[in-house]
């Protein structure tokens, strides 16, 4: 794919424009991984008003505020890496200077695959890995413990930038979506998973098969670990009928004196009133968010 020069005189950068470029940037404590689209080659593309453009041209702009005529090399030698503090500018001679030092010259058929060193981002060993130009090149990582550690705490990041841990002691109420019944959820490897266990894992590792998280705070978006214990499905049960917070006992119970009841007394008697004058079971149902069926049982108890 063709890249352009871009002329940020004539076109400058909107706020909407910088923030859609460092959304998809995510910062460690070394590189800057562009997780937007690539190039073949490794390097991280995006679009601005209608024009591709390299990403980390883009972020050396961004930061520095002027942009260059000249290469900007990798010292990190990471393609996707948009951190300034890793991008030199030089001339064509000093980029291929450094491409041929860091061993990513090819040889042979574009085709050919390459042995190239790399640094490990997780514990900064030096490995060689196998590259090819017409396959993307993954985060450096050395070994699948480093990957597994790397990924963990990336989804760590990730899950406690919706949690708001202001007050350690209180709840840690979570930030994205709800459950219906007031759990927090978070999309994981393609499948819902329940916000409060997800804490639990990432704090005090897996859960044992069959086991529930409770919480002592009664509070179902609450994540803070401190707040969650493991336990039975009957422990969980016990501790929710203790609090009230299941149906069974609240069988036989009318109007306010059920909490989970829609209605108060003086509604529901205003519902009888209403048809004694004339009101039909639908228009009732209508103006108070019910079914006819509910509408029809209050008005015959």
Excluded at 236 to 258: C, F, H, I, V, W
Aim: charge should be positive.
């Amino acid at each position: 794919m063709k890249t352009t020069s871009y002329d940020f005189a004539t076109n400058p950068l909107t706020e909407t424009d910088q923030q859609r470029f460092w959304a998809k940037v995510q910062k460690t404590n070394t590189c800057w991984l562009w997780v937007g689209a690539c190039m073949m080659n490794g390097y991280g593309l995006l679009t601005i008003h209608g024009k591709n453009m390299l990403a980390h041209r883009m972020a050396y702009y961004l930061i520095n505020g002027v942009m260059t005529e000249k290469y900007l090399c990798h010292s990190c030698d990471v393609r996707n890496c948009v951190n300034p503090a890793h991008l030199t500018p030089g001339t064509q001679h000093d980029n291929m200077k450094n491409i041929y030092q860091s061993g990513r010259k090819w040889h042979g058929k574009p085709s050919d695959e390459q042995k190239v060193q790399r640094t490990c981002l997780n514990c900064s060993s030096i490995f060689m890995r196998t590259v090819t130009i017409h396959r993307k090149e993954l985060e450096p990582l050395c070994s699948p413990n480093c990957r597994k550690e790397w990924n963990r705490r990336d989804i760590a990041e990730q899950f406690w930038s919706h949690v708001d841990r202001s007050n350690p002691d209180s709840c840690w109420n979570w930030q994205g979506r709800l459950h219906r019944n007031g759990y927090g959820q978070i999309g994981f490897r393609s499948r819902d998973r329940l916000a409060h266990r997800f804490a639990w894992r990432l704090v005090y590792g897996n859960i044992p098969p069959g086991l529930h998280i409770l919480h002592s705070c009664d509070n179902p978006s609450c994540v803070n670990p401190t707040h969650l214990s493991i336990g039975t499905r009957s422990e969980n049960m016990q501790d929710a009928s203790r609090k009230g917070r299941t149906y069974a006992p609240m069988r036989g119970l009318k109007g306010e004196l059920n909490p989970f009841s829609k209605l108060t007394n003086l509604q529901r008697q205003e519902i009888r009133d209403r048809h004694a004058q004339g009101e039909s079971y639908g228009m009732l149902a209508k103006a108070y968010g019910l079914g006819k069926t509910t509408i029809a049982r209050i008005i015959k108890s």
